[in-house]
């Protein structure tokens, strides 16, 4: 009786270890542990410019099951490929033109809580993050590794106790984070005025309008600065802005979002005598054109638009042939008082 009271005391004592054993290996590193059901994602935009416009978007990140070796086993468990059924599979965050530095970072997360798990042991899973192919974002390409640990329920059946996260690449447990960045590009509109009767004092009135798109909304703001100043102006993406312009001056958007459209125009372009042209560059993709009065999409390339008005006069003919005798008689006069000057001389 004694030594069977003794048998049971130590196989009660061996299960208790086993579990205290399971227990210190998945807690023994806290990063990328989490004790529950569910596991947090977190989206971090790399930002730090409150003047640069965050865009409206939505980042996906996707759960599947990865594929294992029959053989594999992890902390004394058999290792097997995730299962979705009861899973939702896919989660999102989103980001809006009003959020700034101390909003870069968004959490969500996958939840294991109805998955229908067929027995006890750990469950692989990868998890990605989606391209959403918007203009200018970089999207992390990195893959991360999930371990679900499932154990027996206390009213049976099966349920998780632990969501371990690893970074594919190093093995290492981590906390799940995608970071993203998105770029900016500058816009810059110069006027040059050319011509013998060019006005090179005279200020020519532009007209920008940055349109409204589906990752810029109207009614945001980017800032414009004009040469020779220091003052910083806000443009408002779809409403009209006016500004005028000298010989040799121009102005500068910045920090403008890659993706935008944007529309210029003059309006005393082949005005008054003048003939209007322009040049185009994009420091990516080289000389380009522009007409005045396009739409135009941003790309990574910084975009310079050069502006000319030209004005060349010529001196009309009809006064030219009405100064003609005029022109003879001079020089005929002019003839007779040198003749009679060296007459008096002699």
Same mark, same amino acid.
């Given at each position: ?215 810029? @909304?109207?009614? $945001?703001?980017? /800032? *414009?600065?004009?040469?020779? =100043?220091?003052?910083?102006?806000? !443009?408002?993406?779809? %409403? ?8 040799? @001056?121009?102005? $500068?958007?910045? /920090? *403008?979002?890659?993706?935008? =459209?944007?529309?210029?125009?003059? !309006?005393?372009?082949? %005005? ?75």
């Amino acid at each position: 009786m004694k030594k069977n009271k003794l048998l049971l005391a130590t196989a009660i004592l061996a299960t208790a270890l086993g579990t205290a054993s399971l227990n210190q290996n998945v807690k023994a590193e806290t990063a990328g542990v989490v004790t529950g059901k569910t596991l947090p994602i977190t989206k971090s935009m790399i930002y730090t410019d409150n003047d640069i416009l965050m865009p409206k978007t939505t980042f996906t990140f996707e759960i599947a099951p990865k594929v294992v070796e029959s053989a594999d086993t992890v902390d004394g468990l058999k290792v097997r490929a995730g299962i979705t059924e009861g899973l939702v599979t896919t989660t999102t965050v989103d980001y809006t033109n009003a959020d700034k530095s101390d909003k870069k970072d968004k959490t969500t997360l996958f939840d294991f809580s109805n998955v229908k798990f067929t027995e006890v042991g750990v469950y692989r899973y990868t998890v990605s993050e989606q391209d959403g192919a918007v203009e200018g974002i970089e999207y992390d390409k990195k893959q991360w590794t999930v371990d679900v640990y499932v154990v027996n329920g206390p009213n049976g059946g099966f349920e998780p106790k632990y969501v371990v996260s690893r970074d594919s690449e190093t093995n290492d447990k981590k906390p799940i984070i995608f970071k993203n960045s998105f770029d900016t590009t500058s816009l810059k509109v110069t006027k040059k005025v050319t011509g013998n009767t060019g006005e090179l004092q005279k200020n020519f009135t532009f007209k920008l309008m940055l349109k409204a798109g589906e990752c810029f @909304e109207a009614g $945001q703001i980017v /800032k *414009l600065q004009k040469s020779g =100043s220091t003052d910083k102006i806000d !443009v408002t993406i779809g %409403k009209e802005y006016q500004f005028t312009l000298k010989n040799g @001056e121009s102005i $500068q958007l910045d /920090k *403008l979002p890659v993706g935008i =459209s944007y529309q210029l125009e003059e !309006v005393e372009a082949d %005005k008054d005598g003048y003939k209007t042209t322009t040049n185009f560059k994009d420091n990516l993709q080289g000389e380009g054109t522009y007409t005045l009065g396009a739409t135009q999409v941003t790309d990574k390339g910084a975009d310079e638009i050069l502006v000319i008005n030209n004005r060349d006069t010529q001196v009309p003919t009809g006064v030219v042939g009405t100064l003609a005798p005029f022109a003879v008689l001079s020089i005929v006069a002019i003839g007779g008082v040198i003749y009679i000057t060296k007459r008096k001389k002699a």
